[in-house]
């Protein structure tokens, strides 16, 4: 194995130290270290952080893998700064048995561009109907912890307290789509002022609400662990916050699209901007960044979903739902947290590495930068400043909705355990 150098890279976002890289780990952290064999990254005012962990990507393969294949999903994650992503269960076959979440986990060992952890579905099918097999998907070559109908709502009180309460034997976490599906039948974006003007059925701010809040009272009464997905509105973050205040078992996550994005862009009616949960209002952004920088959201997560092209350009009641993201999340955390001041690059590595690990069970991410701990590393060049060019992605699909858009910081280099994956802004 290769190692590294690196010099004089702001750890966290502090003072210039050097980092070696040898046999997977952080050998040595100091300054003015003399290179001994060593390749040398030279990092002036680059930023290291610990390896990103993302516990929402849509990873498409098996099944659909002319939008996503496990090895392009995970050379977009490194790309974007990441050591380690979650695939959803969504693909087809659903990844509701051991044998399917092995097949993806090992899809992930073979990639080699970031560790690839499997969530399982909670129920078979996605269904909603029967719980999955639970206790085989956690004691899998896998060792699936997360469970997840992501896509689709556990909106069944019983089978949700249920599956709560199975998780508990082996210290999983329920991490629920929060989306009453009878309030949101038909829906096309969020339920406002822009879907009465444009005349589109509106997904109401309650058929989240209501789910998270049904769901942590559940949570608490069996004494298990939820984790809620993608919070998008004011309203989520106000029931999140209390039930914490409670001492409840509850974490969540939010979008770097749900930090940035409002309602406001379906007016172009552009499909780039169609998804699941849709774009909320200006209020609703504000509190999100917020709650992300109070810790009330743990991390972000950026529900990578990507189709390909003719499921997206065509008109908007037609597109499917969602966004690729891998790519571009650390620099839109950037202009919407760092930038702003509402957080430093220490929160970031906390928002995007320590916790979202500590969610998923990941004991090898998220850990500090320090010595005799793995080199699992990205360094951002903060100061850059360029424009989304979606055909330069790795990811096989194309539907950003950042394209022409000015972002600031770019990923320049990513080491997974002290190899790098990502040098000079290029795949290795």
Known sequence: MTSYLIKNARVLGGEPQDLRLKDGLIAEIGTGLAADGE????ADGLVALPGLVDLHTHLREPG????????TGTRAAAKGGFTAVHAMANTFPVADTAGVVEQVWRLGRESGYCDVQPVGAVTVGLEGKQLAELGTMADSAAGVRVFSDDG??????????RALEYVKAFGGVIAQHAQEPRLTEGAQMNEGAVSGELGLRGWPAVAEESIIARDVLLAAHVGSRLHVCHVSTAGSVEIIRW?????????????PHHLLLT??????????????????????????????????????ATDHAPHPSE?????????????????????????TMVDTGLIGWAEVADRMSRRPAAIGGLAGQGRPVSV?????????????????NPDSFATRSRNTPYRGRDLPGR?????????????????V
Do not use: H
């Not at 659909?64 to 090895?71: G, Q, S």
């Not at 039930?243 to 979008?255: N, Y």
């Not at 793995?374 to 903060?382: F, I, K």
């Not at 990923?411 to 795949?427: I, P, Q, Y």
């Open 263 to 300: 309602d406001e862009l379906v007016r172009s009616y552009d499909p780039v901007y169609k998804v699941n949960p849709p774009l909320r209002t200006e209020t609703d952004v504000m509190a999100l960044r917020e709650a992300l920088a109070d810790g009330t959201i743990d991390a972000v």
């Open 311 to 335: 499921d997206k350009d065509c008109e908007w009641a037609a597109a499917a739902m969602g966004m690729v993201g891998l790519e571009t999340a650390l620099s839109v955390v950037q202009q």
């Open 64 to 71: 659909r893998e002319d939008a996503e294949t496990v090895l």
């Open 243 to 255: 039930a914490k205040s409670k001492g409840w078992d509850v974490t969540a996550e939010v979008t």
């Open 372 to 388: 005799d701990e793995p080199a699992n590393l990205v360094l951002v060049d903060p100061a850059y400043r360029g424009t989304v």
């Open 39 to 42: 390749t040398v990254v030279e």
């Open 152 to 161: 689709k709502c556990v909106d069944d009180a019983v089978i949700m307290r």
């Open 411 to 427: 990923v320049v280099a990513t080491f997974l355990r002290g190899r790098a994956t990502v040098l000079d802004g290029e795949l």
